[in-house]
Every structure is written in structure tokens, then in C-alpha cells.
């Protein structure tokens, strides 16, 4: 058996919609995932922004129109959005995702991105405890 010092440990950042905040970190907390912090970030995809923040909202409305003309003057060259951080064991990852995902997929452009980063070392400041000590 591993000692808590072996077992990875990764940082999940999560870019979604900010009107899935709410659903989301209930979501998350509801299966024990209640440590993570959100940041307001603004960026764009493949898309450049185009359907502006209509498209945020209800990505659906881009279909009312089908031929909105999206030329550079309409774009909205970043879009505000939420990144969740959450640092876990990697063994946890899989079940984060699925849970980000089912709260998130909405089959649109702009649903949002998921990277899974290794973490070398985790310490908390206030007793400093390492590794898996220091995320519980």
C-alpha cells in the first residue's frame, strides 16, 4: 500500500460558463469535493468570442439566426468565464471530471476546457504540513 507521501497528487482547473457556478460547486461538495477555489478569468476559444455573451447565456440563440453576420466587428474578443482549481489525488480525477462535465455540457461552443496538471509538492502554510497531509 502507498504512504500518503507516494500517492499523486494533481491540480484540476475547470474553465466554465459563470452561470454554472452555482450547480457546479454543489455538485462538487455534494460528493466531497468541497475544497476549491473559483477565479473570474475572460478568454475565448477557436471561435474568437463570436456570438458574444448571448451565447454565454443561452447558446441557443445563436440558432433564432442562423446568418448573423459575425465579422471581427461583432466579436467579442474575450469572454468572461469562471476557473475552478482543485487539488486532488490523481486517483480522484476521473469522478471530478464526470461530475464537471455532466453540470457543464451543454453541446455548444463555449462549454469550457479541463486540464489536469501534476503537483510537485503541496504545503500548507499555517502548520506546514506536506503532500496529502496538508490537502485534508
Avoid: C, W
Wanted: aromatic share 8%.
Amino acid at each position: 500500500m502507498e504512504s500518503r507521501f507516494e500517492e499523486k497528487i494533481v491540480e484540476i482547473l475547470a474553465i466554465i460558463r459563470r452561470h454554472k457556478v452555482q450547480e457546479t460547486k454543489s455538485a462538487l461538495d455534494n460528493e466531497g469535493f468541497s475544497q476549491m477555489t473559483f477565479y473570474s478569468v475572460h478568454g475565448r476559444g477557436k471561435q474568437k468570442g463570436q456570438g458574444g455573451l448571448a451565447n454565454e447565456l443561452d447558446p441557443g440563440l445563436n440558432k433564432i439566426n442562423p446568418n448573423s453576420d459575425f465579422s471581427a466587428d461583432n466579436d467579442f474578443y474575450f469572454l468572461p468565464k469562471r476557473m475552478i482549481s482543485i487539488v486532488v489525488l490523481e486517483k480522484e480525477v476521473k469522478k471530478i471530471i464526470k461530475i464537471i462535465i455532466s453540470i457543464n455540457q451543454s453541446s455548444h461552443y463555449g462549454d469550457g476546457k479541463i486540464f489536469i496538471i501534476p503537483v510537485g509538492l503541496a504545503e500548507r502554510i499555517r502548520t506546514a504540513e506536506e503532500g496529502l497531509y496538508a490537502l485534508s
